[in-house]
């Protein structure tokens, strides 16, 4: 298996531009997850997916984040309007919940920067 | 919100010393996690250890849990320049989905 491949690696944008970042977890997972990392707030859980379904949403910062999984196999988190703010590494994690208790498998990330 | 709190946030050793870090949390939990993450990568799981164990061992890892103080610790024995990394302390509640993470320990080994 490839793991869970992101993209795109790095993107520079403006501000006010929209961002649309992507992910593909590992087949067989059940549970996706979408990270924020930043030096000043660690890593924080913006949101996470089961079968398909977003189940908690409250760490998304504000309503310009969006994320959507439309399928087993593809999400994406969106940000429109970006902010010079919203710069930091996104990560996005799968699991097969329920066996081996939820053990995440990371992406290599998508490091975004907003001028 | 951050789950976990790992102290210290940085460390420093030199080759062949142990490391101890330690994360603390504050809800009940079904079991926690230690990953590690090397500069520009995303994280790599390392050990698990469920809610009813008190120790566990992983080559040169050693994790152990006390759920009455919410508190665990990562133990890397005969530390070498490789274990160069941030390390990181994950919960996981009951209901086995939500993961949350610490800020994370930085450890870095002397050659």
């Known amino acids: 298996d490839a793991g869970v491949i992101q993209s795109p690696r790095h993107e520079v944008t403006e501000m006010g531009q929209e961002v649309t970042l992507r992910c593909k977890p590992i087949?067989?997972?059940?549970?996706l997850f979408w990270y924020r990392q930043t030096m000043m707030r660690g890593l924080e859980l913006l949101i996470y997916?089961?079968?398909?379904?977003?189940?908690?949403d409250s760490g998304m910062p504000e309503d310009r984040f969006s994320a959507k999984m439309p399928n087993a196999s593809f999400s994406t988190l969106k940000i429109q309007p970006s902010e010079p703010r919203d710069s930091a590494v996104y990560f996005c994690?799968?699991?097969?919940?329920?066996?081996?208790?939820?053990?995440?498998?990371f992406g290599a990330g998508s490091r975004l920067t907003v001028l | 919100s951050q789950q976990g709190e790992e102290d210290p946030q940085a460390l420093s050793i030199q080759e062949g010393e142990n490391a101890t870090m330690n994360c603390s949390y504050k809800?009940?939990?079904?079991?926690l996690q230690w990953y590690r993450q090397n500069s520009g990568r995303g994280l790599v799981h390392l050990i698990l250890i469920r809610s009813n164990e008190r120790e566990k061992h992983s080559g040169r890892l050693r994790v152990t849990l006390d759920t009455s103080k919410k508190s665990s610790s990562l133990l890397i024995t005969a530390s070498r320049a490789a274990d160069t990394a941030s390390y990181f302390c994950a919960t996981v509640p009951g209901g086995y989905q939500k993961v949350t993470f610490g800020i994370g320990t930085k450890l870095q080994v002397i050659p």
């Open positions: 994690a799968s699991s097969r919940t329920g066996v081996g208790a939820n053990v995440l498998t």
């Open positions: 809800t009940s939990i079904n079991n």
């Open positions: 997916f089961n079968n398909n379904v977003p189940i908690d």
């Open positions: 087949s067989g997972h059940n549970s």
